[in-house]
């Protein structure tokens, strides 16, 4: 008896399924809007050819002519450095890359002059006591060595924007050392060391210091500022592309979410662990979740 009703069951299935595919299959005109066609290969990437991991190989295969290298706490200096580094675009032979100190060996800096119309700007805060900030003080350690060759950065044209807070005993003393120091190595001032007072108006001291620092770019190399702005933007479909180079959402610093660096902010978030997660009600239709995260790497002060 129930081997007759699976059988049965069995039947009326059979039958129903065919019933839908053939509702389905009928010929309708509409239907290649919802087939899904295998795409066409697309053309393959031209690859872009970094000729060895430093900083200056990597512009000569960028194309970018002017570094920018930012001292930044709490992203103020590192924000100005992305603007700057935007507005490149808009004259003629500029690009340039923004990068953080503490990514690059310096040796190398004494190098970019294999560039053409190469500029080296420096935008650093300071901080305690006339001090650098974290990412500046191994560069700055660098700087002080009373070793280095007087002619180290030899004709290298040079810009350079304080940021401080004239509240301090030691107004933007990084800003004015870097100025200095790059000097004594023969490096080549382009425009007046810019400063700015966050106690007053930082964005604007800034946006002063870079109208005349692009001022001085158009006469120093004696370029113009782009008819078209250079905003008009052009895209191409790569199929093929480094997965590490995908931008995940980061705020300030790519692949901030995978490489963690404190300071930790709304902009760089630190990564917690949840140690502990359980739900405290048992049953019932209330809910109530002790969550428990692991800090003690974060570095964040009470
Ligand atoms: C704890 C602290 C210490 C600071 N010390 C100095 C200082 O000694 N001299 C100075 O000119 N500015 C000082 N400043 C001001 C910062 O340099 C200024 O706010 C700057 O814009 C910060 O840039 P950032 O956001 O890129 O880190 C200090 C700020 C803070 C919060």
């Not at 093929?240 to 404190?262: C, D, I």
Request: with cysteine; net charge negative; hydrophobic share 35%.
């Amino acid at each position: 008896m129930i081997e007759n009703v699976n059988l049965y069951c069995a039947a009326i299935s059979l039958l129903v399924a065919a019933a839908v595919w053939k509702i389905y299959s009928k010929d309708n005109p509409n239907d290649n809007k919802f087939k899904i066609k295998p795409m066409a290969p697309m053309a393959k990437k031209e690859t872009e050819e970094v000729g060895g991991d430093d900083i200056i190989s990597k512009m000569k295969a960028k194309g970018r002519n002017i570094l920018v290298l930012y001292g930044s706490q709490t992203g103020t200096a590192e924000d100005f450095s992305a603007g700057l580094a935007r507005e490149a675009h808009r004259y003629e032979k500029m690009k340039a890359m923004v990068v953080d100190p503490e990514e690059i060996e310096y040796e190398d800096l004494g190098r970019l002059s294999e560039i053409p119309n190469s500029v080296l700007v420096f935008l650093v805060a300071t901080y305690g006591e006339g001090d650098p900030t974290d990412n500046t003080q191994t560069i700055y350690d660098w700087l002080q060595d009373e070793e280095h060759d007087e002619s180290l950065f030899e004709g290298q044209k040079f810009a350079v924007f304080g940021l401080g807070n004239k509240t301090y005993e030691f107004y933007n003393a990084m800003g004015i050392y870097f100025d200095k120091r790059l000097v004594e190595l023969g490096g080549e001032r382009i425009v007046d060391l810019g400063l700015g007072d966050d106690d007053a108006n930082i964005e604007e001291d800034f946006n002063a210091w870079k109208e005349q620092f692009w001022l001085s770019v158009c006469r120093t190399f004696k370029v113009n500022r782009k008819e078209t702005d250079g905003t008009i933007r052009q895209y191409k479909l790569n199929s093929e592309f480094n997965k590490n180079r995908v931008f995940t959402g980061e705020v300030v610093r790519f692949n901030s979410h995978k490489n963690q660096r404190p300071p930790y902010d709304s902009k760089n978030p630190y990564y917690a662990k949840v140690v502990v997660n359980k739900e405290l009600h048992n049953g019932g239709d209330r809910s109530c979740m002790h969550i428990e995260v692991e800090i003690s790497d974060a570095k964040i002060r009470d």
